[in-house]
């Protein structure tokens, strides 16, 4: 079972930011936030991770709430091509815990002009 | 780098048959990953593959099998099709076991059991 919880949906103006929100307060000490979109018929691409502090690279940032209950991505200038299911998933890092990545129903974000 | 291939992208087949589904990893990559993406179950891990051995497996029965070459290409087979087979079949590579920063997913096979 997914260990998160996101909106179905949120809508974004092309140019400005997406936050898409995401709770895990069952997250363990040992577990790794993990962001993945999905764009309609493509397999799903991984975005960015972090297990307590926030993180950035050229897709996007990743704001991890102190107590880690909760995280929150960001895309600094949402464009069209960003449209997409995002999935928000703990799991712990490393080897043999690919059978970890376990997805829930996600954030459908649409991206208008 | 040419990104990680699946054939074929659709497949249609009837209940009782069986199927083969292709994965041709990122060129380096010698870990291979296969999924089955439903909308009722989401993601379910199937199997895990890295240099022609079998890691990691999902709990899917024994109808559902996979190998890897000596080339890092994988294949996964599902042998007597039942209608709940029906879903995208994604296959995922990596450097190694587990890297999931390095791993990319293919476009995926959807196959439609009738």
């Known amino acids: 079972d997914a260990k998160t919880t996101q909106p179905p949906s949120m809508d974004c103006a092309e140019g400005r930011a997406a936050n898409l929100p995401c709770n895990h307060s069952?997250?363990?000490?040992?577990?790794?936030v993990y962001w993945y979109r999905q764009i309609h018929s493509q397999g799903p691409q991984y975005i960015i991770h972090g297990l307590k502090n926030n993180e950035t690279n050229e897709m996007a940032s990743l704001i991890i709430t102190e107590d880690r209950k909760s995280s929150t991505l960001i895309l600094p200038h949402a464009t069209l091509r960003d449209t997409a299911v995002y999935y928000c998933i703990v799991r712990p890092r490393g080897v043999y815990n690919t059978d970890k990545l376990i997805f829930g129903t996600g954030t459908r974000l649409q991206v208008f002009p | 780098k040419a990104g990680v291939t699946q054939t074929p992208r659709y497949l249609i087949k009837t209940r009782g048959q069986q199927v083969t589904l292709s994965c041709s990893p990122i060129?380096?990559?010698?870990?291979v990953s296969w999924y089955q993406q439903t909308p009722g179950q989401g993601l379910q891990f199937l199997f895990e593959y890295f240099s022609e051995t079998q890691r990691n497996k999902g709990n899917f029965p024994g109808r559902f099998s996979g190998r890897q070459f000596s080339n890092s290409r994988s294949e996964m087979n599902v042998s007597t099709l039942e209608l709940g087979d029906s879903a995208l079949y994604l296959c995922?590579?990596?450097?190694?076991?587990?890297?999931?920063?390095?791993?990319?997913f293919g476009p995926g096979t959807r196959l439609l059991v009738l």
């Open positions: 060129s380096g990559h010698r870990s």
């Open positions: 069952t997250i363990s000490g040992n577990e790794y």
């Open positions: 995922a590579s990596s450097l190694s076991p587990g890297d999931q920063e390095t791993q990319y």
